[in-house]
């Protein structure tokens, strides 16, 4: 066996990854599919709405109920 001809492979696949390397610069990156956009679209949501929810200040709607049953007796 040719102990060079691994290394002409080889060679050959390094200008491969160069050109393919070079193409992906020229091209762009890839575009996302559908799913991944509805995936990525879900993770915000949920995160956003995880952030609104420790923002906001918590209120019992209970006590909420009965004060304005208490205003409304008042008036």
């Given at each position: 066996?040719?102990?060079?001809?691994?290394?002409?492979?080889?060679?050959?696949?390094?200008?491969?990854?160069?050109?393919?390397?070079?193409?992906?610069?020229?091209?762009?990156?890839?575009?996302?599919?559908?799913?991944?956009?509805?995936?990525?679209?879900?993770?915000?949501?949920?995160?956003l709405a995880g952030?609104?929810?420790?923002?906001?200040?918590?209120?019992?709607?209970?006590?909420?109920?009965?004060?304005?049953?208490?205003?409304?007796?008042?008036?």
């Open positions: 066996m040719n102990p060079y001809v691994n290394e002409d492979v080889m060679w050959q696949r390094l200008k491969d990854i160069q050109l393919e390397a070079e193409n992906r610069r020229l091209y762009g990156p890839r575009v996302p599919n559908v799913f991944d956009l509805v995936r990525m679209l879900g993770r915000r949501a949920w995160l952030l609104a929810m420790r923002r906001s200040p918590r209120r019992n709607w209970v006590d909420d109920a009965a004060s304005s049953e208490r205003r409304s007796r008042i008036a």
